[in-house]
C-alpha cells in the first residue's frame, strides 16, 4: 500500500483581494465513478459546463475522492494474487480513465486546492495511487484520507483573513435523515475552529450550519457561523435492471450533484481601523 494511503495531509494557498473586500468561491466534488456503468454523466458533464461557465480567477476547487469506481479495498486485496502481466493491463486500463477524466477537468489546473483520494482508489504495481497521478497532472496538493486545508486572503492595504476547511472522504453516515451529519459535526472535536467541514463517500448532498461562541483576547465576545457538508456524487445508485451495491445494502437514493460556498468579504472602518467582514453562506 501507498504510504500516503489513508494519511492526515496540510495544505495552504494564498490569494489576494482589493481592499474595498470581494468574493471566493469554494467548490467541493468527488464521488463521481466516472467510469461506473452507473454514473450520470449527463449531470457530471452538466457540472462541468456550468463550472467552466462560472469559473473565475478566485474559484477555487477540492477533490473528495473516488473519482473513478476500480476498485475498492476489498477488490484490490483479491486482485493482488493475480499475475503481473494481467496487473499491468489493469494499470494501463486505469491509467486510461485517469487521463480520460483529466482532460474533462483540466479547467480545473491551478485552482485545485488539493484532491483527496477514497476507497475507491486504484494503486499501480510502483505504489503511486490513482488520486497521486491526478495531483502530479493538475500540479495540486495529494490530501489524503483527510486534510485541513487554509486559504490565506490578503487585502492591499495590510488586511488579512483566512478560510479553514478540514475535508475527509469520510465513511458511512447511517440511513436517518439526520445521520449523515451526526459524523461530520464529529469532525469538530478534532479541529473546533474550521469555517467549513466537508465529507464525501456516503452520496448525500446538503449543507447544515452552526454558530459557536469564544471570548477573544481582549474579552469580546465572538459569534462564528460554522458549515458541514456531504458533498453529494454522480452515481445512479437505483436504475432498473443495472446491478448496484446500493441496491444489494438497501441504501436510500440521494440527489446527484454538489454544494458550493460563497464567501464574501467586506470592508469596513470602526473606531478609525480598516475590518474586513468574513461571510459564508452555501448552495446545494
Known sequence: MSKTYGTFQQARTVTELPRKGGHITIQPFGDIHRDSHNCNVEKWKTFLAKAKETHTDHTYY?????????????????????????????????????????????????????????????????????????????????LGIASFVRISIDFKGGNRKTIDIF???????????????????????????????????????????????????????????????????????????EPSYVVNAMYAPTDLGVVRFDCHFTRTTKKGKDIIIKDIHSWS
Not at 65 to 73: E, K, Q, V
Not at 77 to 104: N, P
Open 62 to 142: 477540492i477533490g473528495m475522492g473516488d473519482y473513478n469506481d476500480f476498485a475498492s479495498y476489498s477488490e484490490r486485496k483479491a486482485l493482488h494474487t493475480l499475475h503481473e502481466s494481467t496487473m499491468a493491463k489493469m494499470d494501463e486500463w486505469a491509467q486510461g480513465d485517469i487521463d480520460t477524466l483529466c482532460e474533462e477537468m483540466s479547467f480545473m489546473k491551478g485552482h485545485l486546492l488539493g484532491l483527496h483520494h477514497g476507497n475507491h482508489e486504484w494503486k499501480f504495481q510502483d505504489g503511486s495511487l490513482a488520486t497521486e497521478r491526478m495531483c502530479e497532472y493538475f500540479g495540486c496538493p495529494f
Open 167 to 241: 475535508g475527509s472522504h469520510g465513511k458511512g453516515g447511517g440511513r436517518l435523515l439526520g445521520s449523515p451529519y451526526n459524523s461530520l459535526e464529529k469532525m469538530s472535536n478534532i479541529f473546533n475552529d474550521a469555517d467549513i467541514y466537508l465529507m464525501g463517500h456516503d452520496h448525500h448532498k446538503g449543507c447544515l450550519s452552526k454558530t459557536v461562541l469564544s471570548v477573544d483576547s481582549h474579552f469580546k465576545l465572538k459569534q462564528k457561523r460554522q458549515w458541514f457538508a456531504r458533498t453529494g456524487s454522480f452515481l445512479n445508485g437505483w436504475v432498473q435492471d
